[in-house]
């Protein structure tokens, strides 16, 4: 941030945005390309910053997993008992692998602020603390308690999300994406599946006193293409179209003149709201129906679906926002299954998440700063 004896002469939601893209802050899980991984330097940073800008504020860092905490602030209110509005971004983002600029470098050309987590989703979350910042002498007199939180892990886990969700509830939380500041009120889910099969490794000259494990696999895999496919597509939903499946890696064997004792693939299904449990089960036994020995290991994230009724969305929708849905999931839908109404929402636009140059326009940060700045000053019920 800026000195008095030096004041940058960029708006507040651009300096906060280009300097929580200089802080490092990559998922560890999978490749991250960096040995800087983690939320920590990057909770501590806005805690600081908090704590700093707002007097007053409840701030904490707790950890949810090693090194990994998530970043929590609790703001003023006037009367005790309010309603409580979260703001939620996360602190975390994805891998730096492949990307063609520098990641952390925050740079600034052409309009455009450059780096990992520009767009998904430092710049949202940069637009939420400048419109904090910008209310902050009424947030006490709004109709809500205004809480705040930088999650961790996000992008591999939602373990900030479960670990928040368990602990507190809110009558809204706004999960920061970039949505082109429409809020995504509906989303698919997912189902990661890792499948694996067993084999005996001979030589490959005598591959009759072995079993090979990819053999069993293709057939899984056939079943995936030709059957599983067709049926994930009759499972609709209006906005959001039918559930999906795509086989995502396969490896298998160590040497070509070994038959493979093991093969492993992954399996990515998207799904709507309204697949059940049953729907679940039923894909197990499909599966298995082909290989019965089968070893299936699942992770999950669920599909939102929040009420257009509730009142806090008729005041984003009186300020131009639209519902939208999305193929893509977020924390969400894990405060949603803890009983918490819940969207997604901010500037930016996903078509530059995850990219080689990420990047998000100035004039979108400026918008969403000024969007939520309005927002909240519609909450305002005192003087």
Known sequence: MASPLNPDPLPLVVQLCRDLVRIPSVNPDDNPGTLETGEARCARWLADWIQTEFPGAEVSTPEVLPNRPNIVARFPADAPGKPRLLFAPHTDTVSIVGMTIPPFG????????????????????????????????????????IWFAGLAGEEAGQHGAHALAAKESFDLVIAGEPTGLDFVYTHKGSMFLTLSTQGVAVHAAR???????????????????????????TFQHPVLGHSTVSAGTIRGGSKTNIVPDFCQATLDIRTVPGQSDAFERE?????????????????RAHPLLTPL???????????????AGAPWFCDAAVFAQHGSPSIAMGPGSIAQAHTCDEWIALEDLEKGASFFESFLRGLRTSA
């Open 106 to 145: 925050g740079e600034i050309r052409s309009g455009r602020l450059y780096g990992r987590g520009a767009s998904d989703t430092k710049g949202p979350m940069a637009s939420m603390l400048a419109a904090l910042h910008s209310v902050r002498d009424v947030l006490p007199n709004l109709s809500h308690e």
């Open 283 to 299: 894909l197990f036994e499909r599966l298995r129906a082909v290989c019965p020995a089968l070893e299936i290991r699942v992770s």
């Open 309 to 323: 009724d509730h009142p806090l969305l008729d005041k984003l929708q009186a300020q131009g926002a639209l519902p």
């Open 207 to 233: 591959p009759q006193d072995g079993q090979n494990a990819i053999y069993p696999m293709a057939d899984v895999l056939r079943l995936v293409r030709d059957e599983l496919t067709p049926w994930l597509a």
